[in-house]
């Protein structure tokens, strides 16, 4: 076994091992990306990575390694931050989502995102997925909402469980039942990308497993980032693994590399459950 610290083990880096940039065209890459909170705590450290059309891409990592924070990075979530300063570029479709003709509100209907902890609108179950269509135009009736609100519930899985309650209150739902309609509003907007930060952490098994099957549905029409704690629920969902330490990417490959077969020592060390 070897006795070097993960700090040495990080500075003989270098360069992210595996795969971190894909063949043709990315839907999102990312290049030399750092993050910094109060100009002296850097939180990332020259991130890049890519993320391919119709891909799972799980983000694992012990705490505080910085990968939720990279993933508010895609959407700019991190600009609602007060002293936090993201250098480098992202990229959505080749463009730069920092460009001054970028709206944040309109990149985050393009860029949706999934949070921890469900956190329905105190609104109806149709008002929680209508609201954003409604905000950004996207329906000309009612009757286009009607359907629109109606195929998103049908995508999330929640469309047979609610279409004789969708006037009652998105909070009277179970969790599970809370976070698929979560899911439902964020792809109402037609996103192409959805952003999912431990989205079953706060889960029952059973309520997990339905949201990795739908999961695992949706990636024919999206993009999807998911930050999980769960090696068990990264290995079994995701297309490739990113692995992060102390802020710096390490390593991202095919799912199955990373968990059979991992490049770089700090990658096998948590995998095999000798730190993090």
Same mark, same amino acid.
């Given at each position: ?9 990080l500075?003989?880096l270098?360069d992210t091992?595996?795969?971190p940039?894909?063949? %043709?065209?990315?839907?999102m890459s /990312? ?12 939180a990332?450290f020259?991130v890049?990575?890519?993320?391919? !059309?119709n891909?799972?891409l799980?983000?694992? %990592?012990?705490s505080?390694c %910085? ?5 508010? /990075? ?9 002293? /936090?300063?993201v250098?480098?570029?992202? !990229? ?7 460009? !001054?003709?970028i ?9 949706g995102?999934?949070f921890? #902890?469900?956190?329905?609108?105190p #609104?109806?179950?149709?008002d929680?997925v ?8 996207? *329906? ?8 629109l609100?109606?195929e998103?519930? *049908?995508?999330?899985g929640?469309? +047979? ?5 969708l ?7 179970? %969790?599970?039942?809370?976070q698929r309609? /979560?899911?439902?509003? *964020?792809?109402?907007? +037609? ?5 999912m930060d ?10 997990t497993?339905t949201? $990795?099957e739908?999961m695992y549905?949706? !990636?024919s029409?999206?993009t999807?980032a ?8 990264a290995a ?14 390490? $390593?991202v490959?095919?799912?199955?590399t ?6 770089h020592e700090?990658?096998e060390?948590?995998?095999t459950g000798?730190?993090?």
């Amino acid at each position: 076994m070897n006795d070097k610290s993960e700090v040495e083990l990080l500075q003989e880096l270098g360069d992210t091992v595996g795969k971190p940039t894909i063949e %043709g065209n990315p839907r999102m890459s /990312c290049r030399n990306v750092d993050v910094f909170y109060n100009k002296d705590s850097q939180a990332i450290f020259d991130v890049s990575v890519d993320l391919a !059309k119709n891909e799972i891409l799980a983000m694992i %990592g012990p705490s505080g390694c %910085g990968k939720s924070t990279l993933l508010r /990075c895609l959407n700019r979530m991190n600009d609602t931050i007060d002293d /936090c300063v993201v250098k480098g570029e992202i !990229k959505l479709d080749g463009e730069d989502i920092h460009s !001054k003709s970028i709206d944040p509100v309109l990149l985050r209907s393009n860029v949706g995102m999934v949070f921890q #902890k469900p956190n329905p609108f105190p #609104k109806s179950i149709y008002d929680n997925v209508a609201y954003g269509p409604k905000l950004h135009g996207l *329906t000309r009736n009612n009757a286009e909402l009607d359907d629109l609100v109606e195929e998103s519930l *049908t995508k999330a899985g929640l469309w +047979k469980e609610t279409k004789d309650r969708l006037n009652k209150p998105g909070t009277g739902l179970s %969790g599970g039942q809370q976070q698929r309609l /979560c899911i439902a509003r *964020t792809m109402a907007v +037609k996103p192409e990308v959805i952003l999912m930060d431990e989205p079953t952490s706060a889960l029952d098994p059973i309520a997990t497993a339905t949201i $990795e099957e739908l999961m695992y549905e949706l !990636k024919s029409s999206y993009t999807i980032a998911v930050v999980t704690h769960s090696m068990q629920q990264a290995a079994r969902i995701s297309d490739r693994t990113a692995y992060f330490h102390l802020g710096r990417l390490v $390593e991202v490959n095919q799912t199955n590399t990373v968990f059979t077969n991992p490049e770089h020592e700090l990658t096998e060390n948590y995998i095999t459950g000798r730190f993090g």
